[in-house]
T-cell receptor
């Protein structure tokens, strides 16, 4: 399978614990995005990498959240001291073009997501 | 005002009928727009891109109205398999062209 893969698919944790999600993008894609989605809402942008550089971070992302893409390939999203409000689906997406470039489709290829439940 | 707004629905559509719904955006500098489809408990997938006034792909037609800052999606001859949530997506130029998603419009096609 050459699509975007995310791990784990499901995570149940107690409030206050730390969790880490991993995303493996499509291999030739240099852009990687993290989104968060709650029930009945559209995905909310969290952060964006071009290769290993984190170029943008949403104001939604508190300092309990950190993301890395150390070698410009896979990425990790860590949430420290989880809160019940962190319960959501965390979606990773990759693309080969900057989203919105006129000459490109800006198509994002999403993984199946990591569902987090904080008890 | 939200950057991208959609009617959440659901739009209940008889099989074979036509359904259309809009998405409004606040950033007048946006040049390209997208419709993504998301099935229940699945990831979003690109349905159509809209760069100029509109785009047609089979039974699906997307239209752009820059003056009123909205895009629309029309589905003709609805199939049961068209039941999904349709997400309007707009790159926000002031934010490095990050793709901003609307809340989605849910469509239920019934026999």
């Amino acid at each position: 399978d050459t699509g975007v893969s995310q791990d784990p698919r499901h995570k149940i944790t107690k409030r206050g614990q730390n969790v880490t999600f991993r995303c493996d993008p499509i291999s030739e894609h240099n852009r990687l995005y993290w989104y968060r989605q709650t029930l009945g809402q559209g995905p909310e942008f969290l952060t964006y990498f071009q290769n290993e550089a984190q170029l943008e971070k949403s104001r939604l992302l508190s300092d309990r959240f950190s993301a890395e893409r150390p070698k410009g390939s896979f990425s990790t999203l860590e949430i420290q001291r989880t809160e019940q409000g962190d319960s959501a689906m965390y979606l990773c997406a990759s693309s080969s073009r900057l989203a919105g470039e006129i000459r490109g489709t800006g198509e994002l290829f999403f993984g199946e997501g990591s569902r987090l439940t904080v008890l | 005002r939200k950057e991208v707004e959609q009617d959440p629905g659901p739009f209940n559509v008889p099989e074979g009928a036509t359904v259309a719904f809009n998405c409004t955006y606040s950033n007048s500098a946006s040049q390209s727009f997208f419709w993504y489809r998301q099935d229940c408990r699945k990831e979003p997938k690109l349905l159509m891109s809209v760069y100029s006034s509109g785009n047609e792909d089979g039974r699906f037609t997307a239209q752009l109205n820059r003056a009123s800052q909205y895009i629309s999606l029309l589905i003709r001859d609805s199939k049961l398999s068209d039941s999904a949530t349709y997400l309007c997506v707009v790159p926000i130029k002031a934010a490095g062209n990050k793709l901003t998603f609307g809340g989605g419009t849910r469509v239920l096609v019934k026999p």
